[in-house]
């Protein structure tokens, strides 16, 4: 795909253009390392697809702005939509302040809008930078650290019919059932397939982690991702990622990292905002527990997204005024309209009962924050509570959790 201008082109990077884009990589997100030497076989599997902006009056053909773009398909309010994960977006210094992230970001909006994607997430450097492109925050993330110790109580709990067996890296086949049931409970989880598991789970920079998973009664009920930091003097277990099917099998995973306590002196791990982990502690205090911003969302194109979503078993109709300053085509009035299961969402020229702009229906639309909510923090504008009152019956709020890094 070429989208070209007077003086840009937005195209895809070739692949005699790997060390350039490295190059990039490493000034732009490990720039503490120094120049590092470009070694092909030391580079993680491309798993998405590299975008790259050229400036005719740049001296030299290298790019002035790279991405990277992931294509995935993700759970939202319980069906799968078209998806994007925007990453890499990086400005080497000598081209910066001339307005490139900019026509980046807005490029690849269009292209993929033009695949018919619905909605865009990323992890920000900044999010006060990409908020003010469109994005918002989609969920909060809780970060647990604790001492072995602390676990103790687990193994207690635990049926002795079920057991932890290691797998191989390539086990997605294995575990994604457990992931799948997992992330029912949960908005805007991706959908995983065997490459996705290996190369951006099953990863690590330094070395490869563990994958270990529990079975009871001939099927895995549980499993968790982790490596260890540190030394004798100070180990760390660091959980990458864990799943469950009911409290039980998390109970067990538990006990599995309490298990640890001659390998390691701490325990680390993230989880959703509405974990239960800490309502299974004796002692909750033990535990240091802190909230973080998690990944963000935005929705690429208003009208094909409202339509598709679903929505509870509610009539209701309501124009909404839409403001965004990077993709024209949603900025504007739209008329959503919900019946017996049936929506449709299309551009009205009718005045709007509500006002808000892409980054606030954004949440609102996968779940993350209610209208009233919005509302409150000055995110929407109303003419009447009957507005709202039709925003909270269409668009109710359901946990969302992101779990991925790319």
């Known amino acids: ?92 210094p000598e081209y910066r302040r001339n307005g490139y992230i900019q026509r980046i970001l807005s490029e690849s909006l269009v292209e993929y809008d033009r695949q018919g994607r619905q909605f865009s997430i990323l992890r920000p450097f900044d999010y006060g930078f990409y908020r003010s492109f469109g994005w918002e925050t989609a969920n909060e993330v809780r970060n647990y650290e604790c001492p072995v110790e602390a676990l103790s109580f687990a193994p207690g709990k635990v049926d002795g019919a079920g057991e932890f067996r290691q797998l191989e890296l390539d086990s997605f086949d294995t575990v994604s059932p457990v992931y799948e049931a997992f992330s029912s409970n949960y908005s805007l989880t991706i959908e995983r397939d065997a490459e996705w598991w290996r190369h951006r789970v099953c990863y690590s920079r330094d070395a490869d982690p563990y994958v270990y998973a529990w079975f009871k009664d001939g099927a895995p009920q549980a499993y968790l991702v982790f490596r260890f930091t540190g030394d004798y003097h100070g180990r760390t277990m660091k959980v990458r990622e864990f799943a469950y099917t009911d409290t039980e099998a998390l109970t067990a995973v538990l006990a599995f990292c309490y298990n640890h306590d001659s390998q390691a002196d701490t325990v680390e791990f993230h989880a959703p905002d509405d974990s239960v982990f800490r309502d299974l502690l004796p002692a909750p205090d033990e535990v240091e527990c802190t909230l973080s911003t998690g990944p963000m969302v935005r929705i690429i194109d208003v009208e094909s997204t409202l339509s598709a979503l679903s929505y509870p078993d509610v009539d209701g109709e309501i124009v909404l005024s839409v403001a965004d300053d990077l993709a024209a085509w949603n900025d504007g009035a739209f008329r959503l309209s919900v019946s017996a299961g049936e929506s449709h969402c299309e551009p009205t020229d009718a005045a709007p009962a509500a006002t808000l702009d892409i980054a606030s229906l954004s949440q609102l639309a996968v779940g993350h924050r209610s209208a009233t909510d919005l509302a409150r923090a000055d995110r929407i504008e109303v003419g009447s509570e009957e507005a709202i009152g039709t925003l909270d019956r269409l668009f109710p709020t359901t946990p969302v959790y992101i779990r991925d890094r790319f």
């Open 1 to 92: 795909m070429v989208i070209k201008t007077s003086m840009l082109e937005y195209r895809p990077i070739d692949d005699d253009e790997t060390e350039l884009f490295y190059e990039y990589m490493q000034y732009g997100f490990r720039p503490q390392n120094g120049p590092v030497e470009f070694d092909p076989d030391d580079i993680r599997r491309p798993v998405g697809q590299r975008r790259g902006l050229y400036d005719d009056t740049v001296e030299g053909s290298e790019p002035v702005s790279i991405c990277r773009h992931y294509i995935f398909d993700l759970e939202i309010r319980g069906n799968s939509h078209p998806g994007a994960g925007l990453t890499s977006v990086i400005t080497p």
